[in-house]
């Protein structure tokens, strides 16, 4: 019996084989065994909601006047959460691919995550000497913020095109499995 169309599964199954899948078959599984999937999991949500409280802060500084200390506080805090997903994402990088960055699936991620180091690097850099203060700061905490999010969604999209693959690898394998009469 033939299997109902699926458009955007066969979308994603053309899409899928116009490049490279995120994992191979080896790689899939060193990732589903590694400790570090878990740990990225458990530290990209608490990055994002320490973000989205500096943020708030930031915007109060800058709205206000009212709030710098606390303000710099949360973007110290917001900092040490990058550099810490930052080094766990390289483990992760070394278990799955075999390299701590730049690996060619998140090749590009990569170079960008640089750019938010940068920034969030001079913003501590800047607080710390005094070579910024007050509103500029901020607006140093803005630039380093806005790269984030940008990095958030390459990341959000590179999952979502993992998700694609392995429902495409799936209905390959199931239309395999039933052009060979091994289906139900």
């Not at 810490?84 to 070394?94: A, D, F, S, V």
Request: aromatic share 12%; with cysteine.
């Amino acid at each position: 019996m033939a299997h109902p169309s699926h458009p955007p599964l066969q979308a994603a199954s053309k899409a899928a084989q116009a490049r490279r899948p995120l994992y191979s078959a080896e790689e899939r599984i060193r990732r589903d065994a590694s400790i570090w999937t878990f740990v990225q999991g458990l530290l990209a949500p608490i990055q994002f909601f320490i973000f989205l409280g500096s943020l708030g802060l930031v915007l109060r500084f800058l709205l206000t006047g009212n709030g710098l200390d606390i303000a710099n506080q949360s973007v110290v805090v917001k900092t040490m959460a990058l550099y810490t997903i930052m080094i766990t994402g390289c483990i992760w990088e070394k278990a799955v691919y075999g390299r701590y960055l730049f690996a060619p699936a998140f090749f590009w991620e990569d170079v960008f995550s640089m750019l938010v180091l940068a920034l969030h690097t001079g913003y501590l850099w800047a607080m710390a000497t005094g070579a910024l203060s007050g509103v500029p700061l901020m607006y140093l905490a803005l630039a380093a913020y806005t790269a984030y999010v940008v990095n958030a969604g390459q990341f959000l999209l590179k999952l979502r095109a993992a998700r694609l693959d392995h429902e495409a690898s799936l209905q390959a394998g199931s239309a395999s499995a039933t052009d060979l009469g091994l289906a139900a």
